[in-house]
């Protein structure tokens, strides 16, 4: 499956780390990472799905597809700023949300208008909305969920 992973642009090494794994859980589950594809939660869940010889789509806000990180396979320059939010939930069959600010709950909003099942790893309370948001303590059990959320609906 695709599975979209969203976070902030500007990370913790704590948080960078977290991406990393994330990434690599996905790559050696045989899943294809798509995210922003800038820096951040971005560039380190691409690095951790390289360094486990995954593929990784970024759907980039500017129209260069040079300006995606070194990790990423497929870059898709949209040229539509931070209207590009819509597009990576929208190309992930279900959402891994990390730390990040308001890019990634604008991100979240749009899982849930798409219907993909979200998963956070320290991520926003949404608890007062109608998005289902399960939260998870690490990366392999945001993995998990993701699975098990999308063997749920074969």
Same mark, same amino acid.
């Given at each position: 499956m695709r599975v979209s992973?969203?976070?902030?642009? !500007?990370i913790t090494d704590e948080q960078r780390s977290r991406a990393e794994v994330v990434?690599?859980?996905? #790559?050696? &589950? +045989?899943? @294809?990472? !798509?995210?922003?594809?800038?820096?951040?939660?971005?560039e380190?869940?691409?690095?951790?799905?390289? #360094?486990? &010889? +995954?593929? @990784?789509?970024g759907i980039l806000p500017g129209d260069q597809p040079d300006d995606a990180n070194e990790y990423v396979d497929v870059a898709i320059a949209t040229g539509l700023g931070h209207a590009r939010n819509a597009l990576v939930p929208l190309n992930g069959d279900a959402v891994i949300a990390l730390t990040g600010g308001v890019g990634t709950l604008t991100e979240i909003g749009f899982a849930g208008i798409y219907d993909r099942p979200v998963v956070g790893l320290e991520t926003h309370d949404i608890s007062a909305t109608d998005i289902d948001l399960e939260t998870v303590d690490t990366p392999e059990a945001a993995v998990d969920a993701v699975e098990a959320a999308l063997e749920g609906e074969a």
């Open positions: 992973v969203i976070g902030g642009g !500007v990434g690599r859980e996905l #790559a050696a &589950r +045989g899943h @294809t990472v !798509v995210c922003g594809g800038r820096g951040g939660t971005m380190a869940v691409c690095r951790g799905a390289k #360094a486990e &010889r +995954g593929t @990784t789509i």
